[in-house]
C-alpha cells in the first residue's frame, strides 16, 4: 500500500471526502462571539464589517517583519522601527517548526517573548501561522514531518516526480498541522486572553501548490476523474460530472482549491473551538489580470500557487472554508488601476478588506487612503518593516509613517465614518491633478500640488517629482469636515442645483484627537484658507466647520 493510500483507502476516503462534503454553516457577522462580548471578533456596522478589539472598532495600522524575524531578540532590536513607523499592529510569523521540533513536544517561549514585548509597547499583535503552507511550499514544517514522506506525502508533479509542496490530501498532514495549531490557539488563550494583544490569527501563509496545478498521485488522479462533490456543484449552480466535465479549464485549480481549503478549514476550525478569535488567510496574487509577472505565463502552480484564494478562487473558498473569516490580499502592484482593481475583489459583503502585506514607498501610502476611504479596510501593512542594520526605520517607510502618524489618533473617527458611508479619498496619480468628492450638501474639488502663494514665490507648480497628494475627508456633521492630507488644496462650493451659491470657512483647526477629544494645535483662519485648505507635504489632520450663503 502507497503512502497515499492513507487517505484515499477504503474507509478513510469515505471518511474525507463525508468531512469535506458537509454544509457548513457559517457564523454570521455581528453575531455575539463564542466566550464573552469582549473577545475580538467581526461585526457588521452600517454598511461595513468592521473588527472590534475591547468593545470598540479598530482599524490597524500595522507592520509586517521579514520571514525570518520571529525570534524574540531580533523583534525586541526591531522595536524602535515599529514606533517610528506609527503602527499600532505588528504581524509577526509562528514557525511550526521552531514550537514543535519533536512530534508532541511543544516550546512556546519565543512566542510568549513576544507577545509580551510587543504588548510592552502599546502594540497588538498577528500572527502568521507558517504551517503546512507558507507561499506554496513546505520550508517552514518540522524536519520530522519533511523527512516522512511516507507518513507526510509531498506533491507529485505531472511527471510523477515529488516537488517542495506537501499534498492537501495528506490526512496525517492536516491532522499534525491541526494539532500544532490548536495547542497553538490554547496557549494564546491562557497567556493573552483577558488583554487581547492577539485580535486575529492567520492560518497559513500564501498557501497553495507551487509547481504544479495538483497532485497527480495515482490515488488522487482516480479522485479528480470522478465526481464533483454535489455540495459544490449546489453552490456553483453546476450540472453534476466530473471535476473536467463541471469545470473546463479550470478544472485542476479548481480540485485543488477545493481540498486545499477544507485542509486549513480543518485547522482553522480547530484552533477557534478552542480561542475563537478571527481567522483569515493571504493570498498570493495571480490569475485574472492581478499577477505582476507580466512575462510570463499567469497560471496556476506557476505563477502562483495553485489551489489559494486567488481572487478568481474567492467563490469556491467562501462556499468551503466558512471558517475563515476573511481573505486579505497581498499586494506589490505599483499600478493603481490594477492595485484599486484587487482592492475591489476583496471588499464583499462577506469578506471585509484587510491589506496584510504591501509595499514601501510614497505609491503605498497613497494606496493606503483608497483602501481606508473607498474600501473601508478594517487595516493596512507594508512589509519587512525591520529591515535595515540600525535602529532607524528604512526610508522607505518614511511616507507611511508620516501617513499613519497623521491618521493614528483619529481612527476611532474614521471607523465611524467608514459605518456610516460618510468617508470619501482622493488620490493623486500621473496625469491626474485633481478629483470631485460629492458630499451632502459640499461638492470639493481636491487638487494636487497646489500652487505657491505669496508676494515673494511663483504661482506654479511645487512638490515631489512623483505623485504624492492624498486625503481622506469625511463629513462629520451638515457643515463639518475632518480631512486628512498631504500635497493637496481643498476648494468647497455648494452642491450643483443648491439654493446656495458660496461657501465660507467658519473656523478650521489643525490638531489631534486625545482619547477621543479633538484637541486644535492651530488655528488656520484667515490667510491660511485663502484659495481653499491646503495640506502641506508633512502631512496635517485639520477639522473645518463651513457655512452655505
Not at 514531518?145 to 492536516?174: C, E, N, W
Not at 476583496?346 to 471585509?352: G, I, K
Amino acid at each position: 500500500m502507497s503512502a497515499r493510500n492513507l487517505v484515499y483507502s477504503g474507509t478513510l476516503t469515505a471518511t474525507m471526502i463525508s468531512l469535506i462534503a458537509t454544509v457548513w454553516v457559517a457564523p454570521a457577522f455581528g453575531a455575539e462571539p463564542a466566550q464573552g462580548g469582549n473577545i475580538p471578533h467581526l461585526e457588521k456596522r452600517g454598511a461595513v464589517t468592521q473588527l472590534i478589539v475591547d468593545g470598540k472598532p479598530f482599524i490597524i495600522l500595522g507592520g509586517q517583519v521579514g520571514n525570518p524575524a520571529a525570534f524574540p531578540d531580533r523583534m525586541e532590536r526591531a522595536w524602535p522601527k515599529f514606533q517610528a513607523l506609527n503602527a499600532n499592529t505588528i504581524e509577526f510569523p509562528i514557525y511550526w517548526e521552531q514550537i514543535e521540533p519533536e512530534e508532541g513536544k511543544f516550546d512556546f517561549s519565543g512566542v510568549d517573548q513576544i507577545i509580551s514585548g510587543l504588548r510592552s509597547q502599546g502594540l497588538r499583535a498577528i500572527p502568521l501561522w507558517f504551517g503546512t503552507y507558507k507561499n506554496g511550499a513546505m520550508d517552514y514544517v518540522p524536519m520530522w514531518v519533511k523527512s516522512d514522506t511516507k507518513r507526510f506525502p509531498r506533491v507529485l508533479d505531472y511527471g510523477g516526480k515529488p516537488i517542495r509542496v506537501l499534498s492537501p490530501h495528506g490526512q496525517a498532514t492536516m491532522e499534525a498541522d491541526r494539532k500544532a495549531y490548536t495547542e497553538l490557539m490554547k496557549h494564546l488563550k491562557e497567556i493573552d486572553g483577558n488583554d487581547h494583544t492577539v485580535i486575529l490569527m492567520q492560518v497559513e501563509n500564501e498557501s497553495g501548490l507551487l509547481g504544479s496545478p495538483r497532485d497527480y498521485s495515482a490515488e488522487t488522479t482516480r479522485l479528480f476523474d470522478g465526481p464533483v462533490p454535489e455540495k459544490l456543484v449546489t453552490a456553483f449552480k453546476k450540472k453534476p460530472g466530473t471535476w473536467k466535465e463541471v469545470f473546463g479549464g479550470r478544472a485542476e485549480e479548481m480540485f485543488t482549491g477545493y481540498y486545499l481549503s477544507s485542509y486549513i478549514n480543518a485547522v482553522a476550525r480547530a484552533g477557534k473551538q478552542v480561542y475563537p478569535i478571527p481567522a483569515f488567510v493571504n493570498v498570493w496574487m495571480g490569475g485574472e489580470g492581478t499577477n505582476d509577472r507580466f512575462l510570463e505565463f499567469d497560471r496556476p502552480g506557476d505563477s502562483y500557487p495553485s489551489g489559494g484564494p486567488q481572487s478568481h478562487m474567492i467563490d469556491l473558498w467562501k462556499a468551503t472554508a466558512p471558517d475563515i473569516d476573511l481573505i486579505g490580499p497581498d499586494i506589490y502592484h505599483q499600478s493603481p488601476i490594477i492595485y484599486r482593481m484587487i482592492l475591489s475583489r476583496y471588499t464583499r459583503p462577506d469578506n471585509p478588506l484587510l491589506v496584510v502585506e504591501t509595499g514601501r514607498g510614497t505609491a503605498f501610502a497613497r494606496f493606503c487612503f483608497y483602501a481606508l476611504g473607498d474600501f473601508s479596510a478594517i487595516g493596512f501593512s507594508p512589509y519587512g518593516v525591520d529591515a535595515g542594520p540600525t535602529d532607524e526605520l528604512s526610508q522607505g517607510f518614511t511616507d507611511m509613517a508620516a501617513t499613519f502618524r497623521v491618521l493614528k489618533s483619529a481612527l476611532p473617527v474614521i471607523a465611524d465614518l467608514q459605518a456610516s458611508g460618510k468617508l470619501k479619498a482622493a488620490v493623486e496619480e500621473e496625469a491626474i491633478p485633481g478629483r470631485m468628492l460629492y458630499f451632502d450638501g459640499y461638492d470639493i474639488l481636491v487638487r494636487f500640488r497646489p500652487p505657491v502663494r505669496g508676494s515673494s514665490q511663483p504661482s506654479a507648480a511645487t512638490g515631489p517629482s512623483v505623485p504624492s497628494g492624498r486625503v481622506l475627508v469625511g463629513q462629520l456633521g451638515p457643515d463639518e469636515f475632518l480631512i486628512a492630507g498631504f500635497d493637496a488644496a481643498l476648494d468647497f462650493k455648494p452642491s450643483m442645483g443648491a439654493e446656495y451659491t458660496g461657501v465660507q470657512f467658519l473656523r478650521v483647526e489643525e490638531g489631534v484627537y486625545d482619547n477621543g477629544v479633538w484637541k486644535p494645535t492651530l488655528l488656520r483662519n484667515g490667510d491660511f484658507t485663502y484659495g481653499g485648505l491646503v495640506f502641506p507635504s508633512r502631512g496635517v489632520l485639520i477639522r473645518a466647520r463651513l457655512v452655505r450663503y
